[in-house]
């Protein structure tokens, strides 16, 4: 089966950011999660920067903030603004989440030796960032 990959980013739900503000602080956590993988074999990020631009797919996610500082503390690159215009300093905004195949899915209850790039059922449940 052919892979259908995609870059997952978390957006916070739980505070209110303006649609200028927001494609910032989703650039920002991308930069963070390509930068973080250097050095890093990541066979699913190395093929999706080989995708051809107009049919690479980046998913923005609503999230709760809970959620989101959940995976900070397990290492997924974060951004937090710096409080300069219109949130609160520290905020933290969106996570990214890494880059998935789609058609890969993930019961929460296998190891994660089992299946590899897994999408966890949590995160097949959150709804598309409006």
Same mark, same amino acid.
Not at 11 to 17: L, S
Not at 37 to 53: P, T
């Given at each position: 089966?052919?892979?259908?990959?995609?870059?997952?980013?978390?957006?916070?739900?739980?505070?209110?950011?303006?649609?200028?503000?927001?494609?910032?602080?989703?650039?920002?956590?991308?930069?963070?999660?390509?930068?973080?993988?250097?050095?890093?074999?990541?066979?699913?990020?190395?093929?999706?920067?080989?995708?051809?631009?107009?049919? $690479?797919?980046?998913?923005?996610?609503?999230?709760?903030?809970?959620?989101?500082?959940?995976?900070?503390?397990?290492?997924?690159?974060?951004?937090?603004?710096?409080?300069?215009?219109?949130?609160?300093?520290?905020?933290?905004?969106?996570?990214?989440?890494?880059?998935?195949?789609?058609?890969?899915? $993930?019961?929460?209850?296998?190891?994660?030796?089992?299946?590899?790039?897994?999408?966890?059922?949590?995160?097949? $449940?959150?709804?598309?960032?409006?």
């Amino acid at each position: 089966m052919k892979k259908d990959l995609a870059l997952y980013i978390l957006v916070n739900k739980d505070i209110e950011i303006s649609k200028g503000k927001l494609p910032s602080q989703i650039g920002h956590a991308i930069f963070r999660y390509i930068t973080s993988q250097k050095g890093k074999e990541d066979k699913n990020l190395e093929e999706y920067l080989n995708i051809d631009d107009n049919k $690479r797919r980046i998913i923005a996610l609503s999230c709760p903030s809970s959620r989101l500082e959940s995976l900070e503390q397990k290492g997924y690159p974060v951004q937090r603004d710096l409080g300069l215009t219109e949130l609160s300093p520290n905020t933290l905004t969106t996570v990214c989440y890494g880059v998935l195949d789609r058609n890969v899915y $993930r019961d929460d209850r296998l190891n994660s030796s089992e299946v590899t790039c897994e999408i966890p059922k949590w995160l097949k $449940r959150l709804r598309l960032y409006q």
